[in-house]
């Protein structure tokens, strides 16, 4: 069967992807082709960059991709291996969605690319280098994800308000916690900050109300305010850096300052006691 398929300049003829034993759409996106089955899977196939889209404010200047009409009928998304990238709020909103499969030649997941949808776990392949900003933000039902260490940069709030993420592991390469990341994480328990991180942002695990544990590693120098504000049930701070960072009084708002142990290295607890955010810790014990 063969569909003609409304693109934004001009009518253009879309074969249905093979997989597709009943197709209920299609298009033509670029270099790219989608079709909906009507078992609300959305194929996307093709080789290439997929488009940027974007929604505007008051949806004056919106620039949707020809699938965002049958959002509320795609239950699951299945990128092909050829496809290099995911564009920018190419799946914002998409509140039935729960699974997608990216083929593994993506490389960068866009902005806003999964932002509050019904996503319920991801797993990304290890071609993908770069989590766009608020990639996954807002994904309330997201339980699960796994991060390859191929990714060296994850943009600002791509996790933020993804409440029920237990355990999260970032990626070796990554050297900056971009500012809200994990922002209101509230089921997060634990997390080990990489060697390679340098800075931890803004108000990176604000709200991460579950987390009792944090460990960052040597090479961070900077930790931005409300970092770890309101993280009420930390226990154990583990610091591997010899030297104080030079923080404000703002980074660990709402920790309790008697129920959460700062540890740091052998010969450096005098050093911490007297600095800046940290002499805030009741209890400052040495790394055994």
């Not at 083929?103 to 996503?119: D, E, K, P, Q």
């Not at 791509?158 to 999260?168: G, H, L, M, Q």
């Not at 960052?216 to 009420?232: H, Q, V, Y």
Request: with cysteine; glycine share 8%.
């Amino acid at each position: 069967m063969i569909l003609v398929a409304s693109c934004r300049e001009e009518p253009v003829t879309c074969i249905p992807d093979i997989s597709c034993s009943n197709s209920v759409a299609c298009g033509i996106e670029g270099k790219l082709q989608w079709t909906l089955c009507a078992d609300s899977v959305l194929y996307i196939s093709g080789a290439g960059k997929m488009s940027d889209y974007w929604v505007a404010p008051d949806e004056s200047a919106d620039r949707l991709a020809g699938w965002y009409e049958h959002k509320d009928s795609i239950f699951s998304i299945i990128i092909g291996n050829d496809v290099t990238s995911i564009g920018d709020y190419a799946f914002l909103n998409f509140e039935n969605l729960t699974s997608v499969t990216i083929g593994n030649s993506v490389t960068v997941i866009g902005n806003r690319a999964f932002m509050a949808s019904g996503l319920t776990s991801v797993t990304i392949p290890e071609s993908v280098t770069e989590i766009g900003k608020g990639a996954f933000g807002g994904c309330i039902d997201l339980r699960s994800v796994s991060i390859p260490n191929s990714v060296t940069k994850i943009g600002e709030g791509a996790f933020y308000n993804c409440r029920y993420i237990t355990s999260i592991d970032i990626p070796n390469l990554v050297t900056k916690i971009a500012p809200y990341t994990f922002y209101d994480c509230g089921r997060l328990t634990s997390v080990i900050i990489p060697d390679l991180v340098t800075e931890i942002g803004e108000g990176a695990f604000t709200d991460c109300r579950n987390m009792t544990s944090v460990t960052i590693g040597s090479s961070l120098k900077t930790i931005d305010n409300w970092a770890f504000t309101d993280c009420i049930d930390l226990t154990e701070f583990i610091n591997y850096s010899a030297t104080p960072q030079v923080i404000s009084d703002r980074v660990f708002l709402g920790v309790h300052p008697a129920k959460c142990t700062l540890f740091v290295p052998t010969g450096s607890e005098i050093a911490y006691r007297n600095a800046e955010g940290w002499e805030y810790f009741e209890n400052i014990q040495a790394i055994e």
